[in-house]
């Protein structure tokens, strides 16, 4: 596996890692606790060194899960967390960065997750109630501390990046991107390559949708979280299928499939960008292990970028509540 460096503290980990919110109940099916481990070890034994997780999953079950399952490659791997939400009853109940509560929650994962230090720290949401400046403090004395490696947030806007990193150096900033999502284009993206921070897109292969699995007549249960958003509405899973549509065309000229081709477009983009799609399944963890392994040449990279502008996506990504926690 590919190595690839996040920021300019350090960090470096495998060109792909795997988000881990799957083996928690967002998407309403749970694998069991054996075959969630087996998962994760099949993913270290493939070069996987990078794996996604936050207090919220679950909430705590996740990291647990984590913890238990990479103990025995505690120093092959790297294992990023977050903080950032407050957990009432079992529940979230909306953001909450205050200094004391970002160290309560470290303590909490360092527990949980069975390490003497946190690789990889994320504010998992900016919090409107605390100046940044004061969580990017608290993140700078649990390192001074020796508790967190490195500091990274998540969903946050351009100015808020340059107010932490000021603080205390950024190694990463993760949030949603892939080719139906790319309102990082704009500004952030911009903002981290001139301030040397990496970046880690979450859902790189649109929730599932960009496989090419999912149409407007898929039925998702009640407990998938999809069900709920905008864009998974059947009239705007009918409109999106152009782009589905693209990557097929790719994909067969690739030899590839549509998860392969959108994986691998994320990957040329930046030396500096870590996509992390998430899954429970054997199969679907070698298929997207295998798109580092696919060259997009600058004529396939136009090609794609040209069809892709003429396509509109239709529908938000998440309910309007759940918008307004982010600052893109």
Same mark, same amino acid.
């Given at each position: 596996m590919?190595?690839?460096?996040?920021g300019q503290?350090? *960090?470096? /980990?495998?060109?792909l890692? *795997? $988000?881990?919110?799957?083996?928690?109940?967002?998407? !309403?099916?749970? +694998?069991n606790?054996?075959?969630?481990?087996?998962? %994760?070890?099949?993913?270290v034994d493939?070069?996987?060194?990078?794996?996604?997780?936050?207090?919220?999953? #679950?909430?705590? !079950?996740?990291?647990? *899960?984590i $913890?238990?399952?990479l103990?025995?490659?505690? &120093?092959?791997?790297?294992?990023?967390?977050?903080?950032?939400?407050?957990i009432e009853? !079992?529940?979230?109940?909306?953001?909450?960065s205050?200094?004391?509560?970002?160290?309560?929650a470290?303590?909490?994962?360092?527990?949980?997750?069975?390490?003497?230090?946190?690789?990889?720290?994320?504010?998992?949401?900016?919090?409107?109630g605390v100046?940044?400046?004061?969580v990017?403090?608290?993140?700078?004395?649990?390192?001074?501390?020796?508790?967190?490696?490195?500091?990274g947030? @998540?969903?946050?806007?351009a100015?808020t990046i340059?107010?932490? &990193?000021?603080?205390?150096p950024?190694?990463?900033?993760?949030?949603?991107y892939?080719?139906?999502?790319?309102?990082?284009e704009?500004?952030?993206?911009p903002?981290?390559?001139?301030?040397?921070?990496?970046?880690?897109p979450?859902?790189p %292969?649109g929730r $599932?949708?960009?496989? #090419?699995?999912?149409?407007?007549?898929?039925?998702l249960t009640?407990?998938?979280?999809r069900?709920?958003?905008p864009?998974?509405?059947?009239?705007?899973?009918?409109?999106?299928?152009?782009i /589905?549509?693209?990557?097929?065309?790719?994909?067969?000229?690739?030899? =590839?499939?549509p998860?392969q081709?959108?994986? =691998?477009?994320?990957?040329?983009q930046?030396?500096?960008?870590?996509?992390i799609? !998430?899954?429970?399944? %054997?199969s679907r963890l070698?298929?997207?292990?295998? @798109?580092?392994?696919?060259?997009?040449?600058?004529?396939?990279?136009? +090609?794609i970028?040209?069809?892709?502008?003429?396509?509109?996506i +239709?529908g938000?990504?998440?309910?309007?509540?759940?918008?307004?926690m982010? #600052?893109?």
């Amino acid at each position: 596996m590919q190595k690839r460096k996040l920021g300019q503290q350090g *960090l470096e /980990v495998s060109a792909l890692g *795997l $988000g881990c919110m799957g083996f928690s109940s967002t998407f !309403g099916q749970v +694998i069991n606790k054996a075959d969630a481990i087996y998962m %994760l070890h099949q993913a270290v034994d493939r070069g996987v060194t990078f794996f996604d997780s936050a207090e919220v999953y #679950g909430p705590y !079950g996740n990291e647990e *899960l984590i $913890g238990e399952a990479l103990a025995p490659y505690r &120093h092959q791997v790297m294992i990023a967390t977050k903080f950032g939400f407050n957990i009432e009853d !079992g529940k979230m109940n909306g953001v909450y960065s205050k200094p004391e509560q970002i160290k309560r929650a470290v303590e909490g994962s360092l527990r949980r997750l069975k390490v003497d230090v946190i690789d990889l720290l994320y504010q998992h949401r900016v919090d409107p109630g605390v100046p940044i400046e004061d969580v990017a403090g608290a993140v700078k004395d649990l390192i001074q501390q020796g508790k967190v490696k490195y500091f990274g947030m @998540s969903e946050a806007g351009a100015q808020t990046i340059r107010k932490a &990193h000021a603080v205390q150096p950024l190694s990463a900033l993760q949030s949603e991107y892939s080719l139906w999502m790319r309102k990082p284009e704009d500004i952030v993206l911009p903002t981290l390559e001139e301030l040397g921070i990496g970046f880690v897109p979450f859902s790189p %292969l649109g929730r $599932g949708f960009l496989t #090419g699995k999912i149409s407007d007549t898929t039925q998702l249960t009640d407990e998938d979280f999809r069900k709920k958003l905008p864009r998974f509405q059947p009239e705007a899973l009918k409109a999106n299928q152009a782009i /589905v549509s693209l990557l097929n065309t790719v994909a067969e000229q690739k030899n =590839a499939t549509p998860a392969q081709i959108a994986l =691998a477009w994320i990957l040329a983009q930046k030396p500096w960008m870590v996509p992390i799609p !998430g899954t429970t399944r %054997l199969s679907r963890l070698e298929e997207n292990l295998s @798109s580092v392994n696919i060259e997009l040449s600058d004529e396939d990279l136009q +090609i794609i970028n040209d069809a892709t502008s003429q396509i509109q996506i +239709i529908g938000d990504r998440y309910p309007e509540a759940s918008e307004k926690m982010t #600052g893109l």
